[in-house]
T-cell receptor
Framework: EDQVTQSPEALRLQEGESSSLNCSYT??????LFWYRQDPGKGPEFLFT???AGEEKEKERLKATLTKKESFLHITAPKPEDSATYLC??????????????FGKGTLLTVNP | GAVVSQHPSWVICKSGTSVKIECRSL??????MFWYRQFPKQSLMLMAT?????????EQGVEKDKFLINHASLTLSTLTVTSAHPEDSSFYIC??????????FGPGTRLTVT
């Protein structure tokens, strides 16, 4: 069974204070690792998909990296508008739908001005 | 691009009634759509996967007779919660994709059963 563990559960930063969120995963065969941002009362917003260890992707102040066991979402000089819950999900080669995503519980990021 | 809509955005119904939620891909054709449920401060739990023109595949523990899913076209899937009870109150979110590597989520539907 695929498993995704995100840490920390909650993170408070001051504006401009860089940090990283962690996503550890266990899958039989990784097809892709996804990062989403979710604002309260809304659906997740797609950020990145990573496919293989060593891959990195960037978008504005966010940078996602991937190893064989975990992924990091680095936030550089965050702003208050980056406050949200960040969700990590994996898609595996295990039986069933190849499209199925297994989500972690998320990290609630709060950036104070 | 890659916009997914849901309707309604929130609904309140009485216990015992049925509620239908629509999920539409607005600017692409979705071969597969997914329905998730999210309880407060919990992550998304996949309920079922639907492919256009075929029966939905339900996750273990999800009652297929209670949560009816119809994927009538490449742009529309519906979830009907039959004989809703207060424990069915939750945030229901659909997603759609046209490849196995991209999934885009709708804004969600807040269901409250009184």
């Amino acid at each position: 069974e695929d498993q995704v563990t995100q840490s920390p559960e909650a993170l408070r930063l001051q504006e401009g204070e860089s940090s990283s969120l962690n996503c550890s995963y266990t899958v039989s065969g990784l097809r892709g690792l996804f990062w989403y941002r979710q604002d309260p009362g809304k659906g997740p917003e797609f950020l990145f998909t990573l496919y293989s260890a060593g891959e990195e992707k960037e978008k504005e102040r966010l940078k996602a990296t991937l190893t064989k066991k975990e992924s990091f979402l680095h936030i550089t000089a965050p702003k208050p508008e980056d406050s949200a819950t960040y969700l990590c999900a994996v898609q595996s080669n295990s039986g069933g739908s190849n499209y199925k995503l297994t989500f972690g519980k998320g990290t609630l990021l709060t950036v104070n001005p | 691009g890659a916009v997914v809509s849901q309707h309604p955005s929130w609904v309140i119904c009485k216990s015992g009634t049925s509620v239908k939620i629509e999920c539409r891909s607005l600017d692409f054709q979705a071969t597969t759509m997914f329905w998730y449920r999210q309880f407060p401060k919990q992550s998304l739990m996949l309920m079922a996967t639907s492919n256009e023109g075929s029966k939905a595949t339900y996750e273990q523990g999800v009652e297929k007779d209670k949560f009816l899913i119809n994927h009538a076209s490449l742009t529309l899937s519906t979830l009907t919660v039959t004989s809703a009870h207060p424990e069915d109150s939750s945030f229901y979110i659909c997603s759609a994709g046209w490849t196995e590597y991209e999934q885009y989520f709708g804004p969600g539907t807040r269901l409250t059963v009184t």
